[in-house]
């Protein structure tokens, strides 16, 4: 890897930041780009370093994207297809056709850097105590705080918060906690206890929607009874989300839209179009090239394609729609 890919990685992991190194490790020819070529694509989707022409980076910064939303583990990709005896045989490579003129093959790997995620205890309690021997097996980055003030704290969306300050502050953690884009607050108390909670956070202005952003009890029902069981059934329930992302990008919308700072690590969304003539993913705010057939917007990799469907759009309007 070049000193400065190097020193970008080094920087970015210091940060927190997440990002994908996608490394081409074989190649057919002819390809531009040879094994040992890198990029690294931000959560932005700026990339530094390359790896290939405009038959190559749409698909790599669009899976690479899809790999910080998603949370993917590392996996081979293959641009363009081959019958070469010299070629890796493989069933586990995710295969993208690169229709290009120049033709071609790469194999590139993809592999994500994710910080881990953060789990922010707010109190002293018992079960406190617990989670921060626990969780750090299941890889959290524990995060413990002794009062409800949280303005001094980084909360993302890869932030977990669980309160627990046996009623001395849980109203105003959760009145910081809620507008927060954290994908998860949870609150160790009594149903009741929170059905109190919640109003008074109603009648503090928060919105609906954040308020049943709070899980309470926390943590999953397995009929959990000591601080440890509870904070196992706490850490259960934290793994299930990590692992299903449910609800974590709603409420990160609903945070953004509520005015909520937009941190680094939210991932940009990339709009894509598919070459009509080679079929090459395009990403669209950058296309350079350009049609306009029956009212449709078309967008192409390179001046060749476009010129070929604006000979005879109908032979390749067909065969793209089916």
Known sequence: MPNTLLELAYQLTQAGEPFVLATVV?????????PGAQTLIRANGEST??????????????????MLREGSEPYLLRLGTTESA???????????????????????????????????????????????????????????????DLSQT?????????????????????EQALPSPACYVGMVASRKRGDACRKYLRESGLSVA???????????????????????????????????????S????????????????VVAVVETAIDPVCA??????????????????FYFCCPACKRQFERNPQEYLIEHEH
Request: with cysteine.
């Open 210 to 248: 954040q308020i049943e952003h709070l899980k309470v009890p926390a943590g999953l029902d397995v009929g959990a009874v000591t601080p440890e069981e509870i904070a196992a059934s706490i850490v259960a329930e934290l793994v299930k989300i990590r692992r299903g992302q449910a609800g974590s």
């Open 154 to 174: 980084r909360i993302d969306e890869r932030t977990y918060i669980l309160v627990a300050s046996h009623g001395q502050y849980d109203e105003e953690a959760l």
């Open 26 to 34: 074989w190649c057919e020819r002819p390809t531009s780009a040879k």
């Open 280 to 297: 090459m993913t395009v990403e669209i705010a950058t296309a350079r090239h350009r049609s306009t057939y029956d009212s449709r917007d």
């Open 49 to 66: 370093g390359w790896i290939g022409g405009s038959c190559t980076q749409p698909v790599v910064l669009r899976e690479a994207l899809r």
């Open 250 to 265: 709603e409420h990160t919308a609903i945070a953004l839209e509520e005015g909520q700072p937009q941190s680094h690590n």
């Open 86 to 148: 010299t070629s890796i045989a493989r069933n586990d490579v995710r295969t993208f056709p690169m229709s290009c003129t120049s033709g071609g093959v790469l194999d590139i790997y993809m592999e994500p850097h994710l910080p881990l995620p953060q789990l922010l205890l707010i109190g002293d309690s018992p079960v406190i105590a617990a989670l921060r021997q626990l969780a750090p097996v299941l890889h959290f980055a524990v995060t413990q705080v002794g009062s409800a």
